[in-house]
């Protein structure tokens, strides 16, 4: 009698086991390793009992040994039902469809002397969908559409990604679509949702690309990324290949349907995440390399430059403490004229604390020196030398919402004279 129910415990085990893994195998991966346990436990009980039926002695072993099967027993009725649960809310969510997931803003903005003339007054920011379905194990998925309102009023839809990727290993995963161009740390860390990044503004040299951003955020192309234990640390990686990028309009563009040449954009960036006394601290390298064409009216090509960027990055979270610092060091040639090679650079460095889980103040420095005899720089309207400094104050309302103030001072080279003009935030965003 024993011997049956105890084999029949193992077999229904097994197979909700195996069932449960097929439906939910992230929630049911602890619940497994407990059945484990269990069904070990009853076998080495099961044995026990064999030889105590076989008419050795030992009555009152034989009755603890009893009584210990009953309270694996009912420990194993109790794991069954939370099998049970899991498999009935996997079911529902299942049924409702892909989670959406997003981010949204609003906030006030001032600039004593803002460019276009503008006074200061409220404004929505972006409003930030996004969905990660899987296809399986291996075969992953992102899409993200932002809604955003332009300095004209108008409301404008962008599609900033869609990727579709096939993971090998840890060691790599291969993505192709469109991506965040993967240079430094905050350009692939911080995307469109403001909630998740401690400051109100971007580093302006980083911006997007349609933000006055002079290096491409996006690309469209394929992405090869992945890390493997090394040291006691991590050896992360990204590369990538995508279409080259164009001035029009003296803006960026990545060329997100076909390219204009023949000649694709080639980069990546090698990173590691020590371990140890250093656990917290990441450091890495970046570089790209492409041809981007200047377009005037007409679509006629102006000139080419020869793009080429190499720098270092590193971060430092732990202990409340968040560093981030990033350098980029560019080498453009002239291959339309005879202006040679130019060289400009530019940089940020951020530090912020938390305090009582909530309070995150945080200091900002960033400066760009872009020499204005390179084609590429001279065609944006934002390629001029600047430097800023930003002072903030980050409060958490809970894991959701967050409330910031930034305080900032801008100095930017104009063709005659320095332009300096002090700025004022206040933002609230959230997540869902």
Same mark, same amino acid.
């Given at each position: ?7 029949? $415990?193992?077999?229904q085990l ?5 069932s449960?893994a ?11 390793k407990?059945?484990?346990k269990?069904?070990g436990?009853?076998?080495q009980?099961s ?15 034989q009755g603890?040994?009893?009584?210990k ?5 009912e420990? *194993?009725?109790?794991l069954?039902?939370n ?10 969510? $299942?049924?409702?469809g892909?989670p959406l997931h997003g981010?949204?803003?609003v906030g006030y ?5 803002d460019p276009?003339g503008?006074k200061?007054g409220?404004a929505?920011?972006?409003l %930030?969908?996004y969905l990660t379905?899987e296809?399986?194990d291996?075969?992953k998925?992102?899409?993200e ?7 004209d009023g108008?409301l404008g839809?962008?599609?900033?990604r869609?990727q579709?990727?096939y993971?090998?290993s840890d060691?790599l ?8 161009t993967?240079?430094?740390?905050w350009n692939?860390?911080?995307?469109h949702?403001?909630q998740i990044?401690?400051s109100i503004?971007?580093?302006?040299? *980083?911006?997007f690309?349609d933000?006055?951003? *002079?290096?491409?955020a996006h690309?469209?192309g394929?992405? $090869?990324s992945?890390g ?5 640390g991590k ?7 995508g279409n080259?990028?164009?001035i029009r309009?003296?803006?960026? %563009?990545?060329?997100?349907v076909m390219?204009?040449?023949?000649n694709?954009?080639?980069?990546g960036n090698?990173r590691?995440?020590?371990a140890?006394?250093?656990e917290?601290l990441?450091l ?6 492409e041809?981007?064409?200047?377009y ?6 102006l000139n080419?430059t020869?793009l080429?960027m190499l720098?270092?990055?590193?971060l430092?979270?732990q202990?409340d403490w968040?560093a981030i610092?990033e350098?980029?060091?560019f080498?453009?040639d002239d291959i339309s004229g005879?202006t ?9 460095a951020?530090?912020g604390?938390t305090f009582?889980?909530?309070?995150t103040?945080?200091?900002r420095t960033?400066?760009?020196?872009? %020499?204005q005899? %390179?084609?590429y720089f001279?065609g ?9 400094h930003?002072?903030?104050?980050r409060?958490d309302l ?6 910031? *103030?930034e305080?900032?001072?801008?100095t930017?080279q104009?063709?005659?004279s320095e332009?300096t003009?002090?700025?004022?935030r206040?933002q609230f965003?959230v997540?869902?």
């Open positions: 009698m024993r011997k049956g129910v105890i084999a029949l $415990a193992i077999s097994f197979c909700l086991s195996a449960a097929q439906t939910d195998a992230e929630r049911i991966a602890e619940l497994e407990k059945l484990e269990s069904l436990l009853i076998e009980l044995a026990r009992v064999k030889q105590l039926e076989a008419g050795k002695p030992a009555t009152a072993d603890r040994v009893e009584e099967v009953a309270a694996q027993a420990r *194993i009725g109790q069954e039902k099998v049970e649960q899991v498999a009935e809310t996997s079911a529902k969510r $299942a049924s409702v892909l981010f949204a803003d903005a001032r600039e004593s002397r276009n503008r200061g409220f929505l920011g972006n %930030d969908l379905p296809f399986g291996r075969v998925s992102l899409a559409l932002v809604f955003e309102m332009g300095e108008s839809t962008d599609l900033e869609l579709i990727g993971t090998v060691a995963t291969v993505w192709g679509g469109r991506f965040h993967p240079y430094g740390y692939t860390a911080f995307h949702g403001a990044q401690t503004m971007r580093p302006r040299f *980083i911006a690309e933000q006055g951003g *002079i290096l491409p690309t469209v394929l992405l $090869a992945g493997v234990r090394l040291g006691g050896l992360q990686y990204d590369a990538y290949l080259g990028n164009d309009d003296r803006e960026l %563009d990545f060329n997100a390219d204009d040449n023949t694709k954009m080639v980069g090698v590691y995440q020590f140890g006394a250093l917290g990441t890495g390298l970046h570089g790209l390399n041809q981007v064409d200047t005037g009216a007409g679509n006629v090509r080419s020869k080429k720098g270092g990055f590193g430092f979270e202990d968040e610092g350098y980029y060091r080498r453009n005879a040679g090679t130019h060289g400009s650079w530019a940089g940020f951020q530090v604390r009582a889980g909530r309070w103040p945080y200091v960033e400066k760009a020196v872009l %020499d005899g %390179d084609n001279a944006l309207d934002s390629g001029r030398s600047y430097k800023r930003a002072l903030g104050l409060y809970n894991a959701l919402a967050a409330l910031k *103030i305080l900032s001072r801008t930017e104009q063709p005659a332009l003009s002090n700025g004022a206040l965003a997540r869902f």
